[in-house]
């Protein structure tokens, strides 16, 4: 499965929290990202591309430390991600 770049254009932090075994507090949150292109090393696949960039979606993932919430970060988006919007 393909792997995508994208930026954070926003970030919504949920209620839902967990501590992992070593007591970091971890919160839901959803991103807001922008698609910008495919991951290094990813096939050029000019045809997904012209599909899906600019595209905004939105991803679920779990944060805890501070470079987690960094609005305009680039992030690679795993295929499980990408798996949901591309079908």
Do not use: Q
């Amino acid at each position: 499965m393909v792997r995508l770049r994208g930026t954070i254009l926003n970030i919504e932090r949920t209620a839902e929290k967990k501590k992992d075994d070593e007591g970091i507090v971890w919160e839901k949150c959803i991103f807001d990202v922008k698609i910008d292109g495919l991951s290094k090393g990813a096939d050029n696949n000019k045809a997904l591309l012209k599909k899906v960039i600019g595209k905004k979606v939105k991803v679920v993932r779990w944060c805890a430390f501070d470079w987690h919430y960094k609005i305009g970060s680039k992030i690679t988006l795993e295929p499980e991600e990408v798996k949901s919007f591309l079908e």
